[in-house]
Structure formats: C-alpha cells, structure tokens
C-alpha cells in the first residue's frame, strides 16, 4: 500500500481527534493510502514532543512554514487556530500539499474567497473537517431526504448549545477575540448548523440574525501552551471580549423552507448539544448528537393506528461506514466520525475527486455566517449572493 506523509499544524483538543483517525483508519477501512504521521507542529516544544511521542509522530517543528516547504509531506492537515488557517492554506495550496482542514474555514468570507481561490488554483485535493456529516444517523436523514421520504420540506430547526463559558472568570483564550475567532459561538457552532443545513435542506438565499455578549471582560490567560480546555490559570489583567456568546439566525431556503439557528456557549448543562428537527409535508426527522446513534424518523403514510416518531439505531450494517466497526447494536461514538473523514479523503486523493464537504463549501458557510453578523449590526435582512 502507498504511504502519504501528514504534516499537522496544531495539536491540541483537534490534535487527538486527528491523530487517531489517522491511525485508526487503515486498520478498519481499506483506504487506498496510509497516512504515516510524519511531523507535527506547535508553538511550545516541551508540550508538543509530549504529544508527538504519545501519538507517535516522527518529527516535531516550531515554524509551520517549515512543514509546508518539505519535500516530503504530502498531506498538511490543518488544527490551529481559525486566525491561522489563511495563511496555511494558501501557502500548502501553492506548494501543491493536499489539505485537510477543521472548521470554521476562515476569520470571514473575503479570508474564505481567497482560499478557495488558492485551492483551486492550485488543483488539490482539500478537504473541510465538518465531521458531523460522517454520522451514519445523518447519512441515513439525507438518504430519507433523497429518497422523498419526508416531501417537500417546510422546516430546518437547528440549535447548538455549550455552557464551556459560562464562568466569568473563564480565560481570554483566542476563541473570545474577533482577531483569533471572527466570531464566537456564531462561527464555531453554527457553522456546523449552516453545513449541516445545507447537506440536507439546500442552499440559504437570506438571513436574518442577532447576537449578543453577556461577559464583556475575562482574565487573561497564561501561556503555557496548555489549551483552552485545559488551562487552570490566568493572570490578574482582563481583556475585552470582543465576539458573541449566544446568536440566533432566521433563514429562507432557496426551496421556500424556514429555518432557524440557535448557537450559545452560555446553555448551562448543555456540553455538546447538536439538534435539529426536520419537517416535511410526508415526514419529519430529529436528530441529537448526544445520542449520534439515533436517528427519530415520523412518517405520514404509517398506518394512522400505528404512527409517531420512531427511533432508528444505525448500527446495522446497512448504514454507511458501520460495517468496518462492530456487530449490530454495537454504537460508535464522537471519535469514529473522524476516521470516516480521513478514509473519504484518503480515497479521494487517490480518486482525484473533491470529497465533501470542501473548502468550497466551507466559502458557502462562511458567506451565510458574515451575513448573519451583518444582519445583527444593521438590524435587516440580507440576501445571500450566488456565488459563481
């Protein structure tokens, strides 16, 4: 089998999730490529040869530049900060690497454009880590979607909701910062609502949204290369938060369905709450990562005696990407979604063939996201442009 090379940029809470899929996906899944785990790179070299020795990365670096000019990587993989993912992509695209890539894609829109212009450019394969899409309860709403099993559709319900910010005295991590994060829980979380949403409802012709900020100031954080999630300490200083907390977004589909997007960082008791609903004028779906095994399917043509949501396992091995795990019944969980991510793109490359979702898809999202927050500053509706 073919070896690529991985070089990834970032290693932290992503780091883990990327570098066991890596690992994990020529061991269940025939890819066409095995990923040898080549070089990592971060800014604090104690911390990060901890992580390279633990994960069995060959190699280390401070620079991420340097990772993209060797010869012999094949692949940049891409978790740092959404401040970083610019300029790295562009610079990978034109040193011809294939891109793996976590979201949110970019700061803003224009960041976005330039991106997909440098991937395109360059004809690589690219590849945009909204790894919700990978769940085989999702694969079997957009098979229920595709099959017209739910109709015409009416309504997108989407809402997602953490409370890992709720405290005050959490620190000014880069994820607060309009600088770092272009946004707060409108870009991290709703940008997976907005792809999912447009997977399985369509394309997002206008939007209407409002956002707020509940804690103006935080203490600043240290800088032990610890993470956000991690991290215990912070010094005496405070810094503005300049991004929202909690956001919510009216849309209208292209289809002529409504829909609705809810994002908070400050839902207490809520740690990774994902849910959307889905009606149509034959059937209605719900979906809940918290149980990302279950998919909540209604249908209109049941016989009335017998009808009301039923709760589908999708564990059997008819459903995409099960059968390389367990028996039936068995679940998977958060982990597994990214293997599926790495073995599509894997396949891709050695296809030639833009998987999904890509950087292009990425462009969309963050084109409905800027809207959004344009929307909440000026208090209109705005439509959404096609983009050619």
Aim: charged residues 25%.
């Amino acid at each position: 089998m073919k070896q690529l090379n991985v070089g990834m940029i970032g290693y932290q809470f992503m780091g883990k999730a990327h570098s066991n899929a890596w690992l994990k996906t020529p061991l269940f899944f025939d890819a066409k490529y095995k990923p040898v785990l080549k070089a990592v790179c971060g800014r604090h070299k104690e911390p990060l040869q901890a992580f390279a020795d633990r994960w069995g990365w060959q190699e280390v670096e401070t620079d991420w530049r340097k990772i993209i000019e060797r010869d012999d990587i094949d692949i940049i993989d891409i978790v740092a900060p959404t401040y970083l993912h610019h300029d790295i992509v562009i610079q990978a695209a034109q040193a011809g690497k294939h891109i793996f890539c976590e979201k949110p894609l970019a700061l803003n829109f224009k960041q976005a454009q330039e991106m997909y212009q440098a991937v395109k450019d360059a004809g690589i394969i690219h590849y945009l880590n909204h790894n919700y899409r990978k769940c085989p309860a999702i694969l079997l709403a957009k098979q229920l979607i595709d099959q017209g099993k739910l109709g015409t559709i009416f309504h997108w319900k989407g809402e997602y909701l953490q409370d890992w910010i709720v405290d005050p005295n959490f620190p000014l991590t880069w994820h607060l910062k309009k600088e770092t994060a272009g946004s707060g829980s409108h870009n991290d979380l709703n940008s997976h609502s907005v792809d999912l949403a447009r997977f399985l409802v369509g394309d997002i012709k206008s939007v209407t949204a409002m956002t707020t900020n509940f804690v103006k100031e935080r203490p600043l954080p240290d800088d032990t290369g610890e993470g956000a999630f991690n991290s215990k300490t912070q010094r005496q200083e405070t810094g503005e938060v300049t991004v929202d907390d909690a956001s919510f977004m009216l849309t209208e589909f292209a289809n002529g369905a409504l829909g609705s997007f809810q994002a908070s960082r400050f839902a207490l008791g809520r740690k990774n709450y994902n849910r959307f609903e889905i009606y149509g004028s034959k059937g209605s779906i719900v979906f809940n990562l918290e149980r990302m095994n279950e998919l909540q399917y209604f249908s209109k043509e049941d016989p009335k005696f017998c009808q009301g949501f039923r709760t589908i396992l999708a564990t059997e091995s008819c459903h995409p990407y099960i059968s390389s795990w367990w028996p039936p019944g068995h679940i998977i969980g958060y982990e597994h979604e990214f293997v599926h991510s790495t073995y599509e793109f894997l396949n891709a490359i050695a296809q030639n063939k833009l998987p999904e979702p890509n950087i292009y898809d990425g462009l969309k999202v963050m084109q409905i996201l800027d809207a959004g927050l344009e929307s909440a500053k000026i208090g209109q509706k705005i439509n959404i442009e096609p983009i050619i």
